[in-house]
């Protein structure tokens, strides 16, 4: 089996990336929308990193104490030796931990996003075909448009209503796909939702 994608909320956890260089602002430029407090520990910082105010740098070395406080952590040293430490380190503390380009080494995938409004997908491979992933995240791109996006908005806004108003799961999920059919069909007032969800009560 592949990795389980769990989908965690990590708005204010606190991310420790080794490596500063354009890898290591690659997965800056994924984490940064989510609201993750990130710190970089390398001698050399590129400047696109450096640059960006939200980031704590720290310029030496790494040092164990480093993962003092980290929830999750990013390798991206370059360095073989230094990447087989740092994981060696997160297993024994429990850290999850990911090694940029080295599968074997982590215990967690970055996967291929795509991210709009409520709407984030996540897609992997296992680390088999980056390409693949990007390909197939190219195609989830297209059929985001206006009108799905604000199909998830509106499911989400009656969805507190339907789960109070109709007694079984059953007729909840069927009263939630009617729904979502009509809203992928056209325009849909607040007035033809109510009257729909009373139709399942």
Not at 68 to 96: H, M, Q, W, Y
């Given at each position: 089996?592949?990795?389980?994608?769990?989908?965690?909320?990590?708005?204010?956890?606190?991310?420790?990336?080794?490596?500063?260089?354009?890898?290591?602002?690659?997965?800056?430029?994924?984490?940064?929308?989510?609201?993750?407090?990130?710190?970089?520990?390398?001698?050399?910082?590129?400047?696109?990193?450096?640059?960006?105010?939200?980031?704590?740098?720290?310029?030496?070395?790494?040092?164990?104490?480093?993962?003092?406080?980290?929830?999750?952590?990013?390798?991206?040293?370059?360095?073989?030796?230094?990447?087989?430490?740092?994981?060696?380190?997160?297993?024994?503390?429990?850290?999850?931990?990911?090694?940029?380009?080295?599968?074997?080494?982590?215990?967690?995938?970055?996967?291929?996003?795509?991210?709009?409004?409520?709407?984030?997908?996540?897609?992997?491979?296992?680390?088999?075909?980056?390409?693949?992933?990007?390909?197939?995240r190219e195609r989830i791109e297209q059929l985001l448009d206006e009108k799905n996006l604000?199909?998830?908005?509106?499911?989400?806004?009656?969805?507190?209503?339907?789960?109070?108003?109709?007694?079984?799961?059953?007729?909840?999920?069927?009263?939630?796909?009617?729904?979502?059919?009509?809203?992928?069909?056209?325009?849909?007032?607040?007035?033809?939702?109510?009257?729909?969800?009373?139709?399942?009560?």
């Amino acid at each position: 089996m592949g990795y389980f994608p769990f989908f965690v909320d990590i708005e204010n956890l606190s991310c420790l990336i080794i490596g500063g260089g354009k890898v290591a602002l690659r997965k800056v430029e994924k984490l940064s929308p989510f609201g993750v407090k990130i710190k970089v520990v390398s001698i050399e910082v590129c400047k696109e990193i450096s640059d960006n105010q939200k980031i704590e740098i720290i310029r030496r070395k790494f040092a164990p104490s480093d993962l003092d406080g980290a929830d999750f952590v990013i390798s991206a040293t370059g360095d073989e030796n230094a990447n087989n430490e740092i994981f060696r380190l997160c297993k024994e503390r429990k850290i999850p931990v990911n090694t940029v380009d080295d599968k074997e080494k982590c215990t967690f995938l970055f996967p291929s996003l795509v991210c709009s409004d409520d709407m984030t997908v996540g897609i992997s491979t296992g680390g088999k075909s980056p390409l693949f992933a990007k390909y197939f995240r190219e195609r989830i791109e297209q059929l985001l448009d206006e009108k799905n996006l604000e199909a998830v908005s509106i499911l989400g806004k009656y969805r507190p209503l339907i789960k109070e108003k109709i007694p079984t799961q059953q007729k909840r999920q069927a009263v939630q796909e009617k729904l979502l059919e009509m809203l992928l069909g056209g325009k849909t007032d607040d007035k033809q939702i109510k009257t729909l969800i009373e139709e399942f009560i």
